[in-house]
């Protein structure tokens, strides 16, 4: 099984990434924004407590908080992930793996794209945690663990289907994720200048 998909290669085109390579850039992806999500915490609860002369126990402790929390978090993470498929294709996880997301035309991302790539990508894999953490309480929220279950593998069994192993939010959005080579070094400025004797 060779690490990328080689079927446009043969066209002349860039190379889409294997699945593999994108797995664990996902899986990167994951750790990442651990962080991201932090700081973006720490923004919302300090500006809440600030605001609303609050307990750090307020923002769990009423619906509409919570909502505002989730949305504020939502938001924050569409931004980082929009801004990096935009700006270059790729978050710093995707640079590690040297991927590069771009429409399927072979241009930048638009707004639209990022935003059913991200959605599709949330529905698929937002509510697994959530779903099955109530199911352990409670007993009737098992029969949706599962479907949350099924959600969360559907990108991944989609891309064994399709025909370019693409995942199923890429094919929604009309993106692909490209393997970017390590661009060479300039011949000249990597030759150390000579010096005569």
Not at 82 to 88: K, L
Not at 187 to 197: F, G, I, L, R, S
């Given at each position: 099984?060779?690490?990328?998909?080689?079927?446009?290669?043969?066209?002349?085109?860039?190379?889409?990434?294997?699945?593999?390579?994108?797995?664990?850039?996902?899986?990167?992806?994951?750790?990442?924004?651990?962080?991201?999500?932090?700081?973006?915490?720490?923004?919302?609860?300090?500006?809440?407590?600030?605001?609303?002369?609050?307990?750090?126990?307020?923002?769990?402790?009423?619906?509409?908080?919570?909502?505002?929390?989730?949305?504020?978090?939502?938001?924050?993470?569409?931004?980082?992930?929009?801004?990096?498929?935009?700006?270059?294709?790729?978050?710093?996880?995707?640079?590690?793996?040297?991927?590069?997301?771009?429409?399927?035309?072979?241009?930048?991302?638009?707004?639209?794209?990022?935003?059913?790539?991200?959605?599709?990508?949330?529905?698929?894999?937002?509510?697994?945690?959530?779903?099955?953490?109530?199911?352990?309480?409670?007993?009737?929220?098992?029969?949706?663990?599962?479907?949350?279950?099924?959600?969360?593998?559907?990108?991944?069994?989609?891309?064994?289907?399709?025909?370019?192993?693409?995942?199923?939010?890429?094919?929604?959005?009309?993106?692909?994720?490209?393997?970017?080579?390590k661009q060479p070094k300039d011949?000249?400025?990597?030759?150390?200048?000579?010096?005569?004797?």
């Open positions: 099984m060779t690490s990328e998909t080689n079927a446009p290669a043969a066209a002349g085109l860039p190379r889409l990434a294997g699945w593999w390579r994108r797995f664990f850039a996902w899986l990167y992806e994951g750790l990442l924004l651990v962080p991201v999500l932090l700081i973006a915490q720490a923004l919302f609860q300090g500006t809440y407590q600030i605001a609303m002369q609050a307990q750090v126990t307020d923002v769990a402790a009423h619906a509409w908080s919570r909502t505002l929390n989730f949305v504020f978090l939502s938001t924050i993470t569409f931004l980082y992930f929009a801004w990096c498929w935009r700006r270059g294709g790729q978050t710093l996880a995707m640079k590690t793996w040297r991927i590069r997301l771009v429409a399927h035309d072979g241009g930048p991302v638009s707004w639209r794209a990022a935003a059913v790539r991200f959605v599709a990508a949330a529905l698929c894999w937002l509510p697994l945690f959530p779903l099955w953490f109530l199911a352990r309480r409670e007993a009737q929220m098992i029969p949706y663990a599962w479907f949350s279950l099924g959600l969360f593998l559907a990108p991944f069994f989609w891309s064994f289907a399709d025909r370019e192993r693409q995942f199923l939010h890429d094919r929604l959005a009309g993106t692909q994720l490209l393997f970017a080579p011949v000249d400025a990597a030759v150390a200048p000579q010096t005569a004797d």
